[in-house]
């Protein structure tokens, strides 16, 4: 257990539909990371929060966007939904002055019809 | 760009047998390296990291892994595996001034034959 939650855990979409994922941090984390998993991959960096702000993209466009609330929860959402969004999207949670106690979510499985 | 390579894709191997991961990096400057391993079912767990001093550094669950700066490697490393230990295992890079961001090699994954 990590104490950070993800919520749905499997979700089914089609194409050009819109998504939003769930991520609940460990208390106090002010830092949280989204990352995608796909098939068979490694996880691939999408973006950072710090305290509410996008604080690093890696490379995916602009239709990967997030929020994170005050109460140490956040948001992925997915606009115009692609065959290729097909993964398993994990939250991570951390103290952006610990970079090696970042705690993983089991992940939203996400499929696109 | 940076990126991680892990040559091995999959490994198989009997119980007690000796373990060696290899993980490669192409980031030139200050670097902190992390092993996260991926039990089947559950989520990411740090296995263990290396940010200064001893290259040589021992993790959880008799792992282990040294970095190697002219090599720009990290290979991670077990005497005797055992069944417990399939899984899939990641090694990550986070460069000094990058944040939390971590870059992430493909993955190898070990099965371990009882």
């Known amino acids: 257990e990590t104490g950070v939650t993800q919520s749905p855990t499997h979700l089914i979409k089609t194409r050009g539909q819109q998504v939003t994922l769930r991520c609940s941090s460990q208390?106090?984390?002010?830092?949280v990371s989204w990352y995608q998993q796909a098939l068979g991959q490694g996880p691939q960096f999408i973006f950072q929060?710090?305290?509410?702000?996008?604080?690093g993209r890696g490379n995916f466009p602009p239709r990967f966007s997030g929020l994170q609330f005050p109460n140490y929860s956040s948001e992925l959402n997915v606009n115009a939904l692609e065959l290729d969004d097909s993964a398993l999207y994990l939250c991570?949670?951390?103290?952006?002055?610990?970079?090696?106690?970042?705690?993983f979510g089991p992940g939203t499985r996400l499929t696109v019809l | 760009a940076q990126s991680v390579s892990q040559h091995n894709h999959h490994v198989i191997l009997s119980e007690a047998a000796s373990l060696e991961l290899g993980c490669n990096y192409s980031?030139?400057?200050?670097?902190?390296l992390f092993w996260y391993v991926q039990y089947p079912g559950q989520h990411l767990q740090l296995l263990l990291k290396?940010?200064?001093?001893?290259?040589l550094v021992k993790g959880i669950k008799g792992f282990e892994a040294e970095f190697i700066k002219s090599k720009f490697s990290f290979n991670l490393r077990k005497p005797s595996v055992q069944w417990s230990d399939t899984a899939e295992y990641f090694c990550?890079?986070?460069?000094?001034?990058?944040?939390?961001?971590?870059?992430f090699g493909g993955g190898t994954r070990l099965m371990v034959k009882p």
């Open positions: 208390s106090g984390h002010n830092t």
């Open positions: 990550a890079v986070n460069r000094g001034n990058a944040g939390n961001m971590l870059t």
């Open positions: 991570a949670s951390s103290l952006m002055t610990s970079p090696d106690t970042q705690y």
């Open positions: 290396y940010f200064s001093g001893d290259p």
């Open positions: 980031y030139g400057g200050t670097v902190n």
């Open positions: 929060y710090y305290r509410e702000e996008e604080n």
